[in-house]
């Protein structure tokens, strides 16, 4: 995120489930990144491995269509503007599931 | 399609009923058919006089009324299910629904019947037995009084093993608790509206199924085909093919508390600290031994469970489903697995409705906590949110109605109303609410406010579009609920009158139920005709309600989730906008104050 003109990281906290946690064999990582979606997945990716394949769609620049993505609780499909990540948010990453 | 076994208890007289081919069409099967027999039912009991305001659920004078539907047991995909309806719940005095799959269903159909209605009630306890076209009523004095366990071996054992399925009540039936359920092949229920209490009080312990008949397919080569294309989607969707066999329904428990709508502590709070502690994940890595799958289901979301050592121990079980790690977790402030897991074992064994039993302990929990139950009730019981151990014991005491069991066994309304505190039940329409705090998802708020048999979450299913759909509507605008929650519940009705799993649909929508009902049926059904079945089935059942008195003040919800606002966390502020929805819901119904108007009555040839 920008502060004064500056750059500046923010940490945020990355919570996987179900297939996801058994695929990258992790729970619970934070993440560095400028605030940005694109920044994040890369930081992702670099503590994951192959979390940014299989959540980032590269061409609409957007998490992929089948992954419910939550930042504070709230599903990013449903935000109107860009996602901005801020220091000590909360990312909860789920595949496609359901119940009832 | 089209032969019911008709059994009058009272005079102990089994005959053949066979409705007319347009009736099979206007209702399906299932849930439709039952209703429309229903229907004829009331209006005889009217005609001779019954006020139906008045009728006692328990009285002989209730009919029950168990269908399948045109699928099940044809290899449509997740066909093993069949329904059972009643005129009145004990629990919510307004119609009785409830749902389930295992392999009675089917069995009941290989035994050359599509369904069992029961009138009357027989002085001393009976079973009934329908073996290959043949049926009978037994003596059930031998296993009267024995758990759904001990009653499915017995009568396995005498009338063929592998070769039979039996559904049955359990103790908590025979003891008339309001919410009783009956339960099919050990573990499968249909769960809610105390349609096992309406068994007991008939004196009706179980039917025993099987044979060898055929279920009729009217085109089979065209039937193949649309199976095989049908079986394809459900096995390539994410859901259906991956998600739900790989965790089954609890993996629903973290991202509905991550939404914040995990009603917590009898809906006190939306989100559950311990969420983690009791989630799918927690069941797959610590006690699930393998799955189970119903009749024909390629899914096979089941779960078999656990719990090798220590005071919860149990050998083998099933389950728990999300909905009852909810209701005897976290709205009781539970957060040991070990403990929902015994518990929901001996709600199985004892035959309870797992969601209703759970949400009224978490009800008398809070009346506990606001010192409305007094300890001499409780005669040591330690009634409070977070105790698991005394979550358990709440469990037996209901079935057997000991000390506090009696009061727990009326459900969550009788409950609060008795101490004083009616706004504490988590209920609509008397029947208590499942796991998902609506406040956060508003579609869900005017699904559990007008879903006819009260307080249920998959009569309009609004969850899938709201939280699991990959891009879904947002859950806290009411903008175009109304609409959503309609045509969900008109498409449930054709899903529960077909008598296929709901979770299908993640797969399969209504043009691929057409192509297959008609192939199965002969009938050439189009998607719109479908979807109006779909609309006089749920107006027919508002129809008997609006008969027995029940009309649009209780489409409702409590206060707490009227004026409160959630406290805490994503959904925090918010409040269920029913006031918003309603209008414009009873606007699309055709309805006037929830009673169906004459002009879309004459319009579905109700």
């Not at chain 2, 006190?268 to 983690?276: D, K, T």
């Not at chain 2, 109304?482 to 649909?505: E, P, R």
């Amino acid at each position: 995120m920008m502060l004064n003109g500056c750059y500046v990281m923010v940490k945020v906290k990355v919570r996987f489930y179900a297939s996801l946690r058994d695929k990258y064999k992790v729970k619970e990582v934070e993440v560095d990144c400028d605030g940005g979606l694109e920044s994040f997945m890369d930081s992702l990716d670099s503590k994951v491995k192959g979390a940014r394949r299989d959540l980032f769609d590269n061409e609409k620049k957007s998490v992929k269509e089948n992954m419910i993505f939550l930042l504070n609780g709230i599903n990013v499909k449903n935000m109107k503007e860009p996602i901005k990540f801020k220091d000590g948010d909360l990312v909860s990453i789920f595949p496609p599931i359901a119940g009832g | 399609m089209g032969r019911f076994l008709d059994v009058n208890l009272t005079k102990g007289k089994l005959s053949d009923y066979a409705p007319k081919e347009n009736i099979l069409r206007m209702f399906l099967g299932g849930k439709g058919l039952a209703l429309s027999i229903i229907m004829e039912h009331a209006r005889n009991l009217a005609k001779k006089g019954v006020n139906l305001a008045e009728l006692d659920p328990f009285s002989p004078d209730n009919v029950l009324v168990f269908a399948t539907g045109p699928a099940t047991g044809t290899g449509f995909p997740s066909s093993g299910r069949y329904h059972v309806m009643a005129l009145k719940s004990p629990l919510t005095g307004s119609v009785a629904s409830a749902n389930s799959g295992g392999e009675w269903g089917p069995y009941l159909k290989f035994a050359g019947y599509d369904g069992v209605i029961i009138r009357g009630a027989a002085e001393k306890p009976v079973y009934i037995s329908i073996m290959d076209g043949k049926a009978e009523l037994r003596d059930a004095s031998r296993i009267w009084g024995r758990n759904t366990f001990d009653t499915t071996t017995m009568l396995k054992e005498e009338h063929g093993k592998g070769d039979v399925s039996v559904a049955c009540i359990g103790p908590a039936g025979e003891n008339l608790v309001r919410f009783a359920n009956i339960i099919n092949d050990e573990h499968r229920a249909a769960g809610r509206t105390g349609v096992g209490a309406i068994m007991g009080s008939k004196k009706l312990k179980a039917i025993v199924a099987g044979g060898s008949q055929r279920v009729t397919i009217a085109k089979p080569e065209d039937f193949k085909r649309e199976q095989k294309d049908a079986l394809k989607k459900v096995k390539e969707n994410s859901i259906t093919g991956q998600g739900l066999p790989t965790y089954g329904t609890a993996i629903l428990v973290n991202i509905i508390d991550a939404h914040g709508i995990f009603p917590t502590r009898n809906f006190q709070e939306s989100v559950f600290p311990e969420a983690e502690a009791i989630s799918g994940e927690k069941l797959a890595e610590k006690y699930l031994t393998k799955r189970r799958a119903c009749w024909g289901c390629p899914i096979g979301c089941g779960r078999v469970s656990r719990v090798p050592s220590g005071p919860f121990a149990v050998e083998y079980t099933e389950g728990p489903e999300y909905e009852s790690v909810w209701a005897l977790g976290a709205d009781c402030g539970v957060k040991e697995l070990d403990a929902i897991i015994k518990a929901n074992h001996l709600c199985d064994e004892l035959g309870l409705d797992t969601i209703s039993m759970g949400a009224t302990i978490a009800c008398a929990m809070e009346l506990v906590q606001r010192k409305k139950i007094g300890a001499e009730r409780l005669q040591g019981l330690k009634l409070e949110f977070g105790n698991a151990a005394a979550m358990v014991e709440a469990v037996w005491r209901t079935a057997y109605r000991v000390g506090i069991g009696a009061d727990l066994a009326e459900g969550s309304k009788r409950l609060a109303e008795k101490y004083g505190a009616p706004e504490l039940s988590m209920s609509v329409k008397k029947l208590e609410m499942p796991a998902y705090d609506p406040r956060g998802v508003q579609g869900m708020t005017l699904n559990y406010a007008t879903a006819n048999r009260g307080g249920c979450h998959v009569s309009g299913y609004a969850i899938a579009s709201e939280v699991l759909a990959p891009q879904p509507v947002d859950r806290f605008t009411t903008e175009g609920k109304a609409q959503l929650v309609k045509t969900l519940q008109d498409f449930t009705c054709i899903v529960n009158s077909a008598c296929v799993c709901l979770f299908v649909t993640f797969a399969l929508g209504p043009s691929d139920f057409a192509k297959l009902l008609s192939t199965i049926t002969g009938w050439d059904l189009t998607e719109n005709e479908l979807l109006k079945t779909g609309e006089r089935i749920y107006n027919i059942e508002r129809q008997i309600m609006n008969m027995i008195g029940i009309d649009g003040k209780e489409d409702t919800l409590p206060p707490r989730l009227l004026k409160e606002k959630i406290r805490d966390g994503p959904a925090k502020g918010h409040v269920s906008k029913l006031d918003a929805m309603l209008p414009e819901y009873y606007e699309l119904r055709g309805w006037a104050n929830g009673v169906p108007k004459e002009e879309k009555l004459k319009e579905l040839g109700l």
